[in-house]
Each structure stands twice: as C-alpha cells, then as structure tokens.
C-alpha cells in the first residue's frame, strides 16, 4: 500500500501562488492515477485535479481550470499542484489521493488511498 504525505500548505494573499506536494512512500506511484481534493469548513470534500499514471492525461474542476496544473515525477515518487491567481474561496485543507482505477472519478468514495492533508488559507 503507498503513503500519502502532503507539504506545501501556508497562508497567501488573494492573486497570489503556492505550490502543494504530495510525496508517496511504500510503492512507486507510476502504477496509480493521482489526485487532489479539498475540503472547507462545513462543506463536503471536492474534486480539484487528477492526473493518470502517465502524466499524458489531466483532469480539473471548473472552478480551478485555467488557475490551477496538477504534474508529477514518477522518479521522485512526487506529485504536485500549483495553484495560481488564488481566491478566499480556495481556502480548503488540501488532500493527495491515488487510486489505479479511474483517473477521471470525482468523488472522494472512488479513490481508495489518502493522505492527511495540508491547509491552504487565502486571505483577502
């Protein structure tokens, strides 16, 4: 089973960039699509950003396409989310998922492995 540990979380003003990882431990994550949900105070976990085994395909929610490019470093077992242009409504704990079913599942039930996550606070 791989691990799961997110890094990168911090407080940032409105307009401005942060850069979330996501780094994996127990297995190569070349085997799994991964992915990257949030959650707000009082509100249900939602899909932010997938990206396939291969890197080839890329998945995002409407509300962060165009801001927001998911990658990873298959040699780095490493996943990324570099999230610009942020918003107060961005402010969410951020969770790393992998799973090596669908890589276009948007709900949380679909994917099977979790990390802990990190918060992301936009201040405006």
């Known amino acids: 089973q791989v691990q799961l540990v997110e890094s990168g979380g911090g407080l940032v003003q409105t307009g401005g960039s942060l850069r979330v990882s996501c780094a994996a431990s127990?297995?190569?994550?070349?085997?799994?699509?991964m992915g990257w949900f949030r959650q707000a105070p009082g509100k249900e976990r939602e899909f932010v950003a997938a990206i396939s085994w291969s890197g080839v395909r890329t998945y995002y929610a409407d509300s962060v396409k165009g801001r927001f490019t998911i990658s990873r470093d298959n040699a780095k077992n490493t996943v990324y989310l570099q999230m610009n242009s942020l918003k107060p409504e961005d402010t969410a704990v951020y969770y790393c998922a992998a799973d090596s079913r669908r890589v276009d599942a948007r709900t949380r039930y679909e994917w099977g492995v979790w990390g802990q996550g990190t918060q992301v606070t936009v201040s405006s």
């Open positions: 127990g297995r190569p994550i070349s085997s799994y699509n």
